[in-house]
């Protein structure tokens, strides 16, 4: 475990000094992350961001997302994408954290233990492992280490996991393998290499800043 745990801070100091510390959106309170992160399942930023700004701008409160007619929730969601699902899946779990907590507020999750707060989350339909690691990360700065579609594909190319470890496996077993202070860095910048070099069909591996460290990339280059 020790040479894998090197390995895996050697991918975080490379693509420290490719693409340097970088900076995502200003955090959002735990509550509005959760909304967000939902709405961001199968679709982009972008479409992300008009359908969380389109929801805010109808709805002011969520105490008033949660009363809302589902018809209009879901119409106003709708450049997310899958609508039909968001709509309802967000207000059934504002719904349960109402019941459960008497308000809208999951900050309480801060004080509890790492594992007890990620089991909290993930209990609500919609809410995997990656939505739930997103808010302990970026709202509560909780060392959670979330993996995305480019995070699986880029630690399984240059060999940071196991060939056959499911998405699943994969959370728990890259937040053992990176130390936790690489967790907010390493994960954006793991990503944008994901999207900009390390792509699913055309990877550009000659460019790329771990292609010294990299099976895969060795091999496509020779």
């Known amino acids: 475990m020790s040479e894998i745990k090197e390995r895996a801070l050697d991918v975080h100091n490379r693509l420290m000094d490719k693409f340097g510390e970088p900076i ?10 959760l909304v967000s992160t939902i709405l961001s399942q199968n679709t982009n930023d972008v479409n992300r961001d008009r359908g969380f700004n389109n929801l805010r701008k109808n709805f ?5 997302v949660r009363d809302a007619p589902e018809n209009e929730v879901i119409e106003a969601v709708r450049i997310a994408g899958l609508a039909n699902q968001k709509g309802p899946r967000i207000q059934k779990v504002l719904r349960q954290i109402s019941d459960e907590r008497g308000e809208l507020d999951i900050e309480f999750l801060k004080k ?26 970026f709202s509560l700065g909780m060392p959670s280490f979330p993996v995305d579609t480019h995070i699986y594909r880029v630690t399984g190319r240059i060999g940071l996991r196991p060939e056959k470890m499911t998405v699943e496996q994969a959370h728990p077993y890259l937040e053992e393998i990176f130390p936790p202070e690489t967790y907010y860095a390493g994960h954006l910048n793991i990503i944008r290499l994901g999207r900009e070099i390390c792509k699913a069909r055309k ?8 292609v010294e460290i990299c099976d895969f990339g060795k091999i496509q280059t020779h």
């Open 60 to 64: 002011p409160t969520w105490e008033e």
């Open 24 to 33: 995502w959106r200003n955090p959002l309170p735990a509550i509005d992350e």
């Open 203 to 210: 990877p550009e591996c000659t460019v790329c800043p771990l």
């Open 112 to 137: 509890m233990p790492l594992d007890e707060a990620h089991a909290w989350l993930t209990r609500f339909k919609g809410v995997g492992p990656k939505t739930a690691a997103i808010v302990l990360l």
